[in-house]
Each structure stands twice: as structure tokens, then as C-alpha cells.
């Protein structure tokens, strides 16, 4: 338990409340005897309230049936644990960690463990259901699909596609991720969305504008080889558990110094060599006073940096600035401790840096990511084994669903929104570009980001004029997603209660089905779990991995493809959407789904894991190293474990995957890299492609530009294309068309052929002229209590962008650190994950934490009169406010208060169980800490602020 005991006494637990709440009918005798259990041996004992008893213990007698093992992979974290799945006619009876697996070894945390009742859940949705006069009343797929879509033509035609929004989810595997973003586009909008908005958006932002790819480099087995370990804004012994062992196996076997940076002493900072407590917010600051050290001494690894960098003369001007005395002014650090965690970096190289939200979840989100990336960079840990920057996902396929394009701003791959982009996807699609073109509101809006997820509440409440789109939007498809993940719920339940419709599409309710006042129009469609279907999904690391359905769908719920293709009937593109789809029945074939993402994603490797491919890794898990990840010998020799993207080419081209991104001392056919020339060939007169430096068996040696078909022509390399691809070249532009766009994948084999990366061979830039900071600057969250930093470190000026005004100096010029002293940050727990429907209706999980709670600083406790475990209000300066139970602990520093953001039930003080749909509410209820928290969103992405915000907490009556 998180909560520590007071006393010895037994006190009657949350989940007890739960138990008398579950049934609202009366509960005769047998029924009380049958969940009697409960007393005697705890929740999990007694048969996870499933109606089990507590029985004498009798051998089991033999089965004729026969045991069938199926591999599946974890649904929660990004590490990417094999679950073995015992099934027994067409029953999933037991699980077992993967032991074959090279990311978990044979490990499960608490919620790997766990799957199965995740499956089984008897909490899931188990039919369609709609609100009708504030009940929730039983209905058919097709009364569903029938209603939903009558009712969202009628938007389409009154106010345009636009007003419909659909939000994806980092739950769904790569082939429904991928579905998802191209129904969005056969429906005509780009308001699509998911988790990764509000959680590592800022990442990608910040890390592909520095090196090209916005994705972890290297791998949770490399840092292995790491001499160092510098953890920044992550807690990966509760957030990813299994991911510690990598980082522990480098500690012990490395001797290397774990560097930890948390406002907060987490449990992983537990495992520190050098814990460093950092004030919220002031990230930028800390990695440039570590660098001011790193200058200071001529500590860089200038070879590198004269090599493979530009602008770092740019960076210096700014670290300059950076003394011990002004880092601690701002950040709270003492100099001396940075001059030794700066030697600590520079004597144990190379090293790796790994954040997670606790360093994006800013509005100014995407500067911290870039300094970490600058700091990497400086020291020369890219391209390394042991080094590189990385950065730990949340979700199992938060990493996949980002890649397959279910976001605001661009088609599957990163290809953009511009009229090249669409016309590269309406080739691969077969279908004419003019009718997607006529799909969309105009050309413009075609073209234009959508409203990002973190903003769909303003899309529906912001004055109609004040929209970069015709009309607000008036229906919400919550397709996998949990709303209490989000900041500002007393706006959300006002945008939810306003909506004309709102869908949600999960295995289980949400918060969604308990947050507004809604009396009707509000749909719970079951889908399926992953469990029950098959498809790939792709770990933190690149690697894509292949899941077996283990078993058939339970109750009426149905796998989120074939709600795709239901959806599609109804409006009418099915046959368009899916004339190269096989459809067995409803259920698209998840197989063509792969082959077809696989024949467009060129510009990041997405072509040469082909389903069979992947497959044959699955059935192969224990040829891979555990280290390297590199197949030694059997049927996968010499690929590596899962292929990690870019896997280049075709599949028949048997291109073993990129371990190592950026990595020139392995040829590009056998994975190696150079940093992507992304960015042109010269800036300011400076030369931005690599200089003296080349992968190796390049036949050129030096920097040069992406590879296009006239590139081809001038080095006299495209007598290797055969006629085929030269006809699927001059198909799209002829002499212009460059690696992204030929279907064919003749330019990337040539160019491989001869030994160079087919996107190019350029230096990092430290410098982006197209960000509102180029070189990374720090500034003061929007709800600061340091307003004597505000002269040097303020926020920037109001804009519009992403469609929608966003406020930044109207908020942080407004005093709230009176009334509000102290600050609020957010976080994960071992126990549960995201939202924490499912795991929060897992009774395995239940049991283990059962109250909301707010960790305070024993000073700040005294002076407020709270003891442990008393409940407290925690008022947020924008109204929000919740009811929570006080941890009084030195975890958190003075003046910092921790909350997890997985509960939900509860809003501002009221339990909201009864609005649940019968037998369908979670275990345990609890408020969500987004009740409290409050505006503010990154000056690029609008990812939202959640680790540094104010509050006030004061005890409750």
C-alpha cells in the first residue's frame, strides 16, 4: 500500500464501500454467501468478486483438453512484456511472463500480471448501451451504428466534417491506429487525435527538429551498455517497472552512475547514485547550468560537435548566462552539485538521458526536450551504443499510433497535411486525390492542422468566430481515450454537456459515461480488447512485435476494426476505404491492414516488417541477444528483434531493422545511420550536412542531401533501378520524386546499395529557426509563484494556432500565488495506469490502492494543521477542486504537492458511482487530479501543462 498505517487498528477501506455500492438491488442470502469470501482471505482470495468461494482445497482432476499457448504483448506500459496466454478450448485459463522475451526476460510488474482479468474483466462493457432520460438502456450494433451516424450526417451537412471529432487511442494496435486515421480522412477532417497530444507530442516536436526522427534512439536492452544513466522527469519503477531492470543491470554490471532529476524522491530515485531536486518547471535551466560546467572546462566532445552539429556556438551564448548562482536562483540546485554531476557525465562516457512527462507535460514542453537532446549532443553520446536519448512511452502502443498518423497534423508516417502528402496516400490508397479533396470542407482545411486533443473542450466552447474551422465541434467520438487524462474537467463536463452526441468506443465506461450531466445522446459501444484480436504493435523502442488473438470476443463487443468498417457502411466509402482490404464478413483483415501501411510509410521504415516477418520473430524470441537485440543464428539471423524502424525497403529487401538510430559505424544495410538531412543544405551560409563524417562502406564519403531520382541521375546510380521501379518513379514525378514518395522503394535500395541513408547525411541542429525560441530558453510555467523571475524568464504573448486562441502572458500576469502558494504536479503509480478504468476494475489491482490521495511535505502539513490520512480539499486557481486523502511524506519538497492522475468517479467531492451503467463501474472511485489542474499548453504542440500548476490545500470539514 502507498498509504502508511497510523495505527494498528483496522479502518474500513474505500473498496468495502465499493463492495455495498456495486449492486444497487437487494442482495439475497446465497448471493451475500457467495461474496462472503471477501472476510476471510481479501478481494484476490475470494475470487476477484466474481461470485467465487472461498472452498477447501482439492486436486484437480485430468483434462482431456488440450493447452494451447498463445503469445500476446502487454497492454499497458511500452516496454513491451510477452504475455504466454494458457488457453483451453478457446478459454484463457493462466497466464506466464515471457521467459524467450528479450525485453521482459521473464518479468511482469503488478499490471503485466494482471492481463488476464483485464480481459475477463466482469466490469467491461458487455453491449451497446445508450442515455436515455438519464438511464442507460440496452440496444443493437446496428440500432447503434444507425443512430450514431444519422445523427452525425445531419452535423456533417448542417455545419460541416469538422464537427465531428474523432479521437483515436494509444491502446489500439498499429493496423486499427492506422484504420482510425484513414477513416478520419475518408470522413474529411483532421480534428483526429490521441494520448500522445498529452503525453510525449513535445518529444517528437523537439527530438525529430534536432536529428530528424522523433523517437527513442537506442533501446531499453542498450543501456546495458550505458556508463551512465542521467534520468530526467521519469519514474520507470512505477511507470514502466520492468524497463528498471535494464537500467539496474547498467548500474550494477557498468558500475555506472545513476543520475535521477524529480522534483519528487520517486521510487526509482530510490535507486539513485545522485538524487537532484529540482524545482517544477525549470528543467531548460538545469540542463543549461550543467552544460556551464560542461563549457566552462572544455569538457565537450568538440570532434563531434565540429563534425555532426550546428549552432552550438548559438547554445553556448545561452549557457552562459547559465552561472551556478543564477541555477540555483531559479532551479534550487546547488552549483556544486551540478559541477559534479557534469564530471560525473564526462567521466563515464558514453552515457544515456532518458525523460518522460514529467519533462513534456510544459508550455514550454518542447524546449526541455531539445536541451536534453543538446546535452546528449555536447557530449557526443549520439550514434553510441550505451548512449543516445532514451525516452520512455506510457502506453503499449503509444509509439505506434504516433507513427501511424492518428494526430492533428499529419497523414501515417509524418508525412504532413500538404497536397504532396495526400497525393502519396491517395496512391497508396487507389483512390483519386480530387475525391478526398471533396471529402474535406475546402482545400484549406484539408490542409490545416486540426483542434489537438488536449484542446477539444475549447473546440466545442471557444465563440464560433474565434475557430479556424466553419462551425464548433458538436460531436465526440472518445474512441479508446480517457477524458479524466486531461486537464481542466470542470470545462470538460460543461463541452460534454453541449455537445449534440457523444460516442465513447472502449472495452470499458471511462469517465466519460459519469463526468457530465448528460440525460441522453451519449453512446458506450464495447469494443474488444486487445487480447481478443491479432495485430502488431510497437514498443518503446521501434521494435514491432505480433500479437495472437487469444480468444474470440466476449459478450457483444466487437474488435475497433470492425467498428471501422461498420462506421464505413454507413457513410458510404467502405468500398472505397476497403477495395484493397480483405473483409471477412465485418472484420477487416488485420494482415492486409499491415501490407497496406507497409506500401506507404517510406519516410520511417514502415515497409519491411511484413505480418510474416514479424510473426516469425514472435516464434523466435529466444534467438535474439539480450542485449543487441541481433539474431545469432536461426531462421531471423542477423535481423534485429522486432525490426526496428527504419526498416528499410521492402520486406523481400531483408533489411534487419535500425537498433541504434544515428549509429555510422554499422553499414546502412545492416543498420546503421546517419542524422537525416531534414532541414536543407545550408543556413546562414553554414554547411548543414555532416562534414567528415559518413557511415560505414559509404561511397560517399562526406555529408549529402535526401536522395531523390535526380540525385540518382547525377551519380550515374540509376542504371540499378530495374524497369519496374523506374516506371513506379516516373509515375510520380519522374526526376523529382524523392525516397518518401516511390511506391516502388527503388530509390531507398539503391541508395542502400551504395552504402548511404536514403534520407541523407546532415549535422544535428541545436538551433530551430522555425520554433518561437530557436535556441531553448527557460520560462516560468503560466501559474508561477516566482514572480521575481518574471522579468527575465516570462511566458509568451497570446496567440492563435492549432485553429484556436491560446493564452500564455493574459494568465501568467495575473498574481495567484497568494491565494495559491503551493505548487502541484502530477504523476503515475506502480498500481494503475492512465485513466485507471481498467485497472482500476481489475480486483487485483484494487486491492493493492484503494484511496485518491496528495502527498505533502511534513512542514507543509504542520503549518496547515493535516495528518496523514485526513481527507483535504485541493483547490485549483481556476475553481477546480478535489477531495483527497492526505500522505504526509518528505517525498515531495516543501512547498510541492503530488497527486496520481489514474483515479476518476468522484468530481469536486460527490461520488458519481450510480451514474455508472449497471455492473460496470470500477472498484475503486476516486477523484481525478485533473479536476484541479489548470490551463496552460506547449508554445508548439499544445501538449498540456500538468507538472507545475498551483494550489491550495487546506483540511476538509
Same mark, same amino acid.
Given at each position: ?46 475470487? @476477484? ?18 493447452? *494451447? ?13 510477452? =504475455? !504466454? ?10 497466464? *506466464? ?29 458487455? +453491449? ?39 479521437? $483515436? ?8 491506429? +492506422? ?6 480522412? %475518408?470522413?474529411? /477532417? ?47 519503477? *512505477? ?36 538524487? =537532484? ?49 543564477? /541555477? ?12 559534479? =554531476? ?34 546528449? !549532443? ?49 496512391? =497508396? ?52 481515450? @480517457? ?140 534467438? %535474439? ?48 545511420? /546517419? ?88 549535422? @544535428? ?17 503560466? +501559474? ?119 483515479? $476518476? ?20 472511485? $476516486? ?7 489548470? +490551463? ?22
Amino acid at each position: 500500500m502507498l498509504r502508511k498505517k497510523t495505527s494498528a487498528s483496522a479502518r474500513r477501506t474505500r473498496l468495502s464501500s465499493a463492495i455495498e455500492a456495486i449492486g444497487t438491488s437487494a442482495m439475497d442470502r446465497r448471493a451475500f454467501l457467495r461474496r462472503s469470501g471477501l472476510a476471510a482471505g481479501g478481494l484476490a482470495a475470494a475470487g @476477484a468478486l466474481t461470485g467465487g468461494m472461498v472452498r477447501k482445497a482439492e486436486a484437480a482432476g485430468p483434462t482431456s483438453a488440450k493447452v *494451447e499457448i498463445k503469445k500476446s504483448v502487454c497492454t499497458h506500459c511500452s516496454v513491451g512484456c510477452t =504475455v !504466454l496466454a494458457e488457453v483451453q478450448d478457446g478459454v484463457w485459463t493462466g497466464q *506466464e511472463p515471457g521467459f524467450d522475451s528479450p525485453f521482459n526476460l521473464g518479468s511482469h510488474c503488478a499490471k503485466g500480471a494482471s492481463v488476464r482479468e483485464h480481459a475477463h474483466g466482469e466490469r467491461r462493457l458487455k +453491449y451497446p448501451t445508450k442515455l436515455v432520460n438519464g438511464k442507460w438502456e440496452r440496444i443493437s450494433w446496428d440500432q447503434a451504428i444507425d443512430e450514431i451516424g444519422d445523427q452525425m450526417m445531419k452535423i456533417r451537412e448542417e455545419s460541416g466534417p469538422d464537427s465531428v471529432y474523432w479521437l $483515436g487511442s494509444a491502446k489500439h494496435s498499429n493496423e486499427q491506429a +492506422y484504420l482510425v486515421r484513414k477513416f478520419a480522412a %475518408f470522413w474529411g /477532417t483532421n480534428n483526429v487525435d490521441h494520448q500522445a497530444r498529452i503525453c510525449h507530442s513535445t518529444t517528437v516536436a523537439g527530438v525529430a527538429n534536432t536529428w530528424g526522427y522523433g523517437a527513442m534512439t537506442n533501446s531499453y536492452n542498450d543501456i546495458h551498455n550505458s556508463r551512465a544513466i542521467f534520468l530526467i522527469g521519469g519514474n520507470p519503477a *512505477e511507470a514502466h517497472p520492468v524497463s528498471l531492470l535494464h537500467l539496474l543491470k547498467a548500474k550494477e554490471e557498468n558500475n555506472a552512475p545513476l543520475i535521477v532529476c524529480d522534483p519528487r524522491f520517486t521510487r526509482t530515485a530510490a535507486h539513485a547514485s545522485e538524487y =537532484v531536486r529540482l524545482r517544477p518547471g525549470t528543467d531548460v535551466a538545469l540542463v543549461w547550468g550543467i552544460l556551464w560546467h560542461i563549457f566552462e572546462n572544455s569538457w565537450e566532445d568538440r570532434e563531434f560537435i565540429r563534425q555532426r552539429v550546428w549552432g552550438m556556438d548559438q547554445i553556448r551564448a545561452e549557457v552562459a548566462k547559465w552561472t551556478p548562482e543564477e /541555477t540555483e536562483r531559479v532551479t534550487g540546485v546547488p552549483g556544486s552539485q551540478l559541477r559534479r =554531476v557534469a564530471r560525473t557525465l564526462v567521466n563515464n562516457r558514453p552515457g544515456t538521458v532518458i525523460w518522460c512527462m514529467g519533462g513534456t507535460q510544459h508550455s514550454n514542453g518542447n524546449n526541455n526536450t531539445r536541451a536534453y537532446c543538446v546535452l546528449q !549532443l555536447a557530449l557526443g553520446n549520439m550514434g553510441k551504443a550505451g548512449g543516445g536519448t532514451n525516452i520512455f512511452r506510457g502506453h503499449d502502443n503509444v509509439q505506434g499510433a504516433t507513427d501511424l498518423g492518428v494526430l492533428a497534423d499529419t497523414l501515417p508516417g509524418y508525412y504532413g497535411l500538404s497536397e504532396g502528402s495526400w497525393k502519396h496516400w491517395s496512391r =497508396v490508397w487507389d483512390v483519386d486525390y480530387d475525391f478526398l479533396l471533396s471529402r474535406f470542407g475546402s482545400k484549406e482545411l484539408m490542409e490545416r492542422s486540426g483542434i489537438p486533443v488536449s484542446r477539444w473542450i475549447d473546440g466545442v466552447l471557444e465563440d464560433k468566430e474565434n475557430i479556424q474551422q466553419p462551425d464548433n465541434v458538436r460531436a465526440m467520438v472518445l474512441w479508446g481515450h @480517457a477524458p479524466n487524462s486531461q486537464t481542466r474537467l470542470p470545462d470538460m463536463k460543461v463541452a460534454m454537456e453541449k455537445l449534440d452526441l457523444m460516442v465513447v468506443i472502449d472495452p470499458y465506461p471511462t469517465m466519460s459515461a459519469v463526468l457530465s450531466d448528460r440525460t441522453d445522446n451519449v453512446y458506450l459501444l464495447p469494443a474488444a480488447t486487445q487480447f481478443e484480436t491479432s495485430g502488431s504493435v510497437t514498443a518503446s523502442n521501434r521494435s514491432l512485435q505480433w500479437r495472437e488473438a487469444i480468444f474470440d470476443p466476449l459478450f457483444e463487443s466487437l474488435p475497433d476494426h470492425t467498428i471501422a468498417h461498420k462506421f464505413a457502411v454507413k457513410f458510404g466509402f467502405a468500398d472505397e476505404m476497403f477495395k484493397n482490404i480483405e473483409v471477412n464478413g465485418e472484420e477487416p483483415l488485420i494482415e492486409d491492414l499491415t501490407r497496406e501501411f507497409n506500401r506507404g510509410m517510406w519516410t520511417i521504415g514502415y515497409t519491411g516488417q511484413s505480418p510474416e516477418r514479424l510473426k516469425l520473430h514472435m516464434a523466435n524470441q529466444h534467438t %535474439f541477444d539480450r542485449t543487441t537485440l541481433e539474431a545469432r543464428g536461426g531462421p531471423c539471423d542477423g535481423d534485429y528483434y522486432g525490426l526496428p524502424w527504419p526498416c528499410w525497403g521492402t520486406a523481400e529487401m531483408k533489411h534487419p531493422g535500425t537498433p541504434i538510430l544515428y549509429d555510422p559505424s554499422k553499414p546502412v544495410a545492416e543498420g546503421g545511420l /546517419t542524422f537525416r538531412a531534414r532541414f536543407g543544405t545550408e543556413r546562414d551560409g553554414d554547411n548543414l550536412l555532416a562534414e567528415g563524417s559518413w557511415s560505414a562502406g559509404s561511397e560517399i564519403e562526406d555529408g549529402y542531401p535526401e536522395f531523390t531520382m535526380a540525385m540518382l541521375q547525377k551519380l550515374g546510380w540509376d542504371g540499378d533501378l530495374t524497369d519496374e521501379e523506374r516506371a513506379a518513379i516516373d509515375a510520380v514525378a519522374g526526376e523529382k520524386t524523392n525516397w518518401k514518395t516511390d511506391l516502388s522503394g527503388g530509390i531507398q535500395r539503391v541508395a542502400i546499395k551504395h552504402g548511404c541513408a536514403p534520407f541523407g547525411n546532415a549535422k @544535428a541542429r541545436v538551433v530551430v529557426w522555425t520554433f518561437p525560441d530557436p535556441v531553448p530558453l527557460h520560462r516560468e510555467p503560466l +501559474y508561477t509563484n516566482r514572480r521575481d523571475l518574471l522579468d527575465k524568464y516570462a511566458t509568451y504573448d497570446d496567440k492563435v494556432f492549432w485553429r484556436l486562441p491560446t493564452a500564455y502572458k493574459s494568465i501568467q500576469e495575473k498574481d495567484f500565488s497568494g491565494e495559491f502558494p503551493m505548487i502541484l504536479t502530477s504523476g503515475r503509480l506502480v498500481e494503475y495506469e492512465g485513466g485507471g478504468d481498467e485497472t482500476r476494475s481489475n480486483p487485483w489491482l484494487a486491492e493493492l490502492q484503494q484511496d485518491m490521495f496528495v502527498e505533502v511535505n511534513p512542514r507543509d502539513a504542520n503549518n496547515l494543521g493535516i495528518r496523514d490520512g485526513e481527507m483535504v480539499w485541493v483547490h485549483g486557481p481556476e475553481g477546480g477542486k478535489v477531495k483527497v486523502m492526505a500522505m504526509v511524506t518528505e517525498r515531495v519538497g516543501e512547498g510541492v504537492a503530488f497527486m496520481p492522475f489514474h483515479f $476518476g468517479g468522484h468530481f469536486q467531492g460527490e461520488d458519481r458511482r450510480s451514474k455508472y451503467p449497471k455492473g460496470a463501474d470500477p472498484y475503486v472511485l $476516486g477523484e481525478a487530479s485533473n479536476t484541479a489542474q489548470t +490551463y496552460g499548453y506547449d508554445s508548439v504542440t499544445q501538449m498540456q501543462e500538468t507538472k507545475a500548476t498551483l494550489c491550495r490545500i487546506e483540511r476538509a470539514a
